[in-house]
């Protein structure tokens, strides 16, 4: 392993120093896309506002834009676009020490996104189970810092995957939010021990009948798969023949058009349908903060890490607070508001665990 002095010039992190980096040796994590970018699936989610066919043909590039399924890469190219955007986002676990080191004399709040995060993209999301040392690791974390789970799928959906009380949940988007089911030691504000907030609740009886017609018109589909997130509902495409992509997101639409209070998001390999409430991971984030006591707290140093587009809200909230840091979870470069990078959920899980170590110790040395 090799070192190389850079200087993080990256604002969000508000961790601005010359820093040495170890650079691993060049991992080329299996098949690179190189044309997966975001800017374009971006331009094009703008279109999505246009009606009729080129609204889906819209979608459906989309679909393939964020939903790579082949390898159509020139190595050599694949290596620059990768080396030049872990330079901009180096590796959590190589920067560590930099990042602890920012949290000096600061609460660390934890926000964990779910599916690509603590369990791999699996075919059937029935199945999107987390690992035991997962669980065991993400429990010691919480038994260290205040720590929540953010997911785009409903409460009860990852309870079942998480099974874990002591932490904090929003689901479905962050618009179905609950804490701790034990007394919870970090909550400064006593009174908000109980936090439970809806905030699109008048849209559940709206989502229940989507949800039905949403399976109702892709049955005859193979592979399309929706699930009721409850606040939200999901089209998974990942086992779809990319062939009827179109097909599908013609469906979508033709539910979606007789519901103008909901709209279409896009995450990996899935299309959500939501309410047209200004509310997604960010605004999540910043109302758990509040809850716990730091609406306007200058010594909180909140790290979110998650792998989606919605994640990336949740992002930028933490550059307007000007507070934390974000860590993408991708293999592949993408275009992110997100400070450093980890490739895959086992990373996760070494983070995190270094995490408890670090605070361990401190902990350890405080009491001495
Ligand atoms: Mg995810």
């Not at 800017?39 to 989309?62: A, M, T």
């Not at 409460?155 to 701790?180: Q, T």
Request: charged share 25%.
């Amino acid at each position: 392993m090799t070192q190389q002095n850079v200087v993080v010039s990256d604002t969000k992190s508000r961790i601005k120093r010359a820093v040495s980096v170890a650079q691993k040796p060049l991992v080329v994590p299996g098949k690179y896309n190189i044309q997966y970018s975001y800017p374009r699936s971006r331009r094009v989610l703008k279109n999505i506002e246009i009606n009729g066919e080129q609204r889906i043909n819209s979608w459906v590039d989309c679909m393939r834009a964020s939903s790579p399924t082949q390898a159509k890469s020139i190595l050599s190219l694949a290596e620059e676009q990768y080396t030049s955007w872990i330079l901009r986002h180096p590796s959590a676990l190589d920067m560590f020490e930099q990042i602890v080191d920012a949290s000096q004399g600061k609460q660390i709040v934890m926000f964990l996104d779910y599916d690509g995060t603590l369990s791999p993209i699996v075919n059937d999301p029935d199945r999107a189970f987390m690992s035991h040392s997962m669980r065991k690791t993400v429990r010691k974390l919480a038994k260290c810092f205040p720590t929540a789970i953010v997911t785009g799928r409903s409460i009860d959906k990852v309870y079942n995957f998480v099974r874990l009380e002591e932490l904090y949940y929003a689901g479905s988007h962050g618009m179905d939010i609950k804490g701790p089911s034990k007394s919870f030691k970090f909550n400064k504000d006593k009174k908000s021990e109980e936090v439970l907030f809806q905030p699109a609740s008048e849209f559940l009886p709206m989502i229940a009948e989507v949800y039905q017609k949403l399976v109702e018109k892709t049955k005859s589909i193979a592979g399309a798969r929706v699930e009721n997130n409850k606040f939200c509902a999901s089209v998974h495409f990942r086992c779809v023949d990319e062939k009827k992509w179109s097909e599908l997101a013609q469906q979508v639409s033709s539910v979606l058009k007789e519901y103008p209070r909901l709209r279409l998001t896009q995450g990996r390999k899935v299309l959500e349908v939501r309410p047209t409430i200004k509310w997604d991971k960010g605004k999540a984030l910043q109302f758990l903060l509040e809850s716990l006591g730091f609406a306007n707290s200058t010594d909180v140093f909140p790290i979110y890490i998650g792998d989606d587009k919605t994640d990336e809200d949740a992002f930028k909230k933490l550059i307007d607070r000007g507070q934390g840091l974000g860590i993408l979870v991708s293999k592949f470069p993408k275009e992110t508001s997100a400070s450093y990078s980890l490739q895959e959920p086992n990373e996760v899980m070494d983070f995190l665990q270094r995490l408890v170590e670090w605070k361990q110790v401190r902990t350890r040395s405080y009491l001495k």
